[in-house]
């Protein structure tokens, strides 16, 4: 069984920042792409960030580009989503996910566990 568990989402003013972290119970983490969704009220699941297995790739989101950043630590079975410059806009429940697959990929269907979900709520 693969649990992930999201950490780090809060109240944080525009413009402000906040890091999100995701702990994965699995040894093999390193095997897995990770990726970053969020979901606001009324809308649909939306693509932010994924990485690779190794770290050494990465993919972002046009909406966040340049403001996100995701990256990992495979000795920590963790994934990180550093989020600078945070607009009211950014406001959702942010879920982390792995997938069985040392790839990553933005479809969330292809994604094969998820965590709980973090609150994020930016004022402005």
């Known amino acids: 069984q693969v649990r992930l568990a999201e950490s780090g989402g809060g109240l944080v003013q525009e413009g402000g920042s906040l890091r999100l972290s995701c702990a994965v119970s699995?040894?093999?983490?390193?095997?897995?792409?990770m990726g970053w969704f969020r979901q606001a009220p009324g809308k649909a699941r939306e693509f932010i960030a994924a990485?690779?297995?190794?770290?050494?790739?990465?993919f972002h989101a046009d909406s966040v580009k340049g403001r996100f950043t995701i990256s990992r630590d495979n000795a920590k079975n963790t994934v990180y989503l550093q989020m600078n410059s945070l607009k009211p806009e950014d406001t959702a429940v942010y879920y982390c996910?792995?997938?069985?697959?040392?790839?990553?990929?933005?479809?969330?269907?292809?994604?094969?566990?998820w965590g709980q979900g973090t609150q994020v709520t930016v004022s402005s």
């Open positions: 996910a792995a997938r069985t697959s040392i790839y990553y990929t933005s479809r969330a269907n292809n994604y094969n566990y």
């Open positions: 699995r040894r093999t983490f390193s095997g897995n792409a």
């Open positions: 990485i690779n297995w190794s770290g050494a790739d990465t």
